[in-house]
């Protein structure tokens, strides 16, 4: 799965479905749906099929465990529920089961939260630091050292910040009309003198765009993060494994 088509925003999807989320989660007398989550993490299986190589075991290992999840959503209705139905069945952390199928989830947010942070950090047009940090700090600790040295090396693989934001079309139509419009202004004022300037231009209104949706993600991802995390803390079941 990579990019979108013809029009569509991924990063603004994305950012759009967390927003909903981050309603529930920081509302204390309303549980989550899973249903409404599992759509909203489904968005984010974009990302990581434009990522490449390096995280195609993150690619397929997600996808699978929120298809598990919108399945459970016909019979399941809130995240509270799927987890005490599991304890009870003294399944949550058997493979499979929803629960660990669900904190598998929680840490793919968690790593395109932090791979959001460390590009938004980040000078230069190179993923491989802000992608290293996020799978250091989310996926690392439980990976074995093969599966890291295969991570490592297909960092070496990744695409460029343009080049992500291209298959997540933050270079679309309109990004391009605000480019054309900045060229016509500069052109008027005798401020531009040749095409480079203009395609600068273009660039830095492209990462503005996609900058503000990543930064509402962030936002709106830390509340459903934090809010997962204490479904499994407060029956004090970890989420360390």
Not at 4 to 26: D, H, Q, T
Not at 37 to 53: K, M
Not at 89 to 114: T, Y
Request: proline share 2%; with cysteine; net charge neutral.
């Amino acid at each position: 799965m990579e990019g979108g088509g013809v029009g569509e925003k991924p990063l603004r999807r994305i950012a759009e479905a967390f927003e909903g989320l981050a309603e529930a989660a920081n509302c204390k007398t309303a549980s989550m749906e899973v249903a409404p989550f599992s759509r909203a993490c489904s968005h984010v299986s974009v990302l990581f099929g434009c990522l490449g190589i390096a995280f195609k075991f993150a690619e397929m290992d997600y996808v699978a465990k929120v298809e598990d999840l919108s399945k459970a959503s016909d019979s399941i209705s809130t995240l509270h529920s799927l987890l005490e139905l599991d304890i009870q069945q003294d399944s949550v952390r058997q493979a499979g089961s929803h629960s660990r199928n669900l904190l598998r989830v929680k840490r793919g947010l968690d790593m395109v939260k932090i791979l959001f942070e460390q590009i938004l950090v980040t000078d230069g047009n190179s993923l491989r630091d802000p992608a290293s940090k996020a799978y250091a700090k989310v996926f690392a600790p439980h990976h074995g050292w093969a599966i890291r040295k295969a991570v490592a090396a297909g960092m070496y693989a990744l695409p460029t910040k343009a080049q992500l934001l291209k298959k997540l079309n933050e270079d679309g139509e309109v990004s391009k009309f605000q480019c054309l419009n900045s060229f016509t202004t500069a052109f008027l004022h005798n401020i531009i003198s040749n095409s480079s300037n203009y395609m600068v231009n273009c660039f830095v209104i492209t990462e503005a765009s996609a900058k503000i949706q990543m930064e509402s993600y962030i936002r709106a991802s830390t509340p459903v993060i934090v809010y997962i995390e204490e479904l499994f803390n407060s029956r004090q079941l970890g989420i360390d494994w």
